[in-house]
């Protein structure tokens, strides 16, 4: 399977600085990641090469989806 280079953008009527918020604190993370009527909650965020990011997302009446990745460079 090859790997090609995939690019989405996104306008958002938002400062720099309250979208680096949102992707870069467990807060604003949880305040927008994951579908309609999910819950998510952040264990760890680490914005570093070989950091990791640990979160959980919860929907009413479900099993929690724990999910974690880790930054690598290009």
Same mark, same amino acid.
């Given at each position: 399977?090859?790997? #090609? ?7 958002? %009527?938002?400062?720099?600085?309250? !979208?680096?918020? +949102?992707?870069?604190?467990? #807060?604003?993370?949880?305040a927008?990641?994951?579908? %309609?009527?999910?819950?998510?909650? !952040?264990?760890? +965020? ?20 724990r ?8």
């Amino acid at each position: 399977m090859s790997r #090609s280079p995939i690019t989405l953008e996104r306008h958002l %009527d938002s400062t720099l600085d309250e !979208v680096w918020e +949102l992707w870069t604190t467990p #807060s604003g993370l949880e305040a927008w990641w994951g579908p %309609d009527g999910f819950q998510v909650t !952040v264990q760890h +965020l680490e914005l570093r090469i070989g950091g990791t990011l640990q979160y959980t997302m919860r929907a009413v009446g479900k099993a929690d989806d724990r999910t974690h990745g880790m930054a690598t460079p290009r």
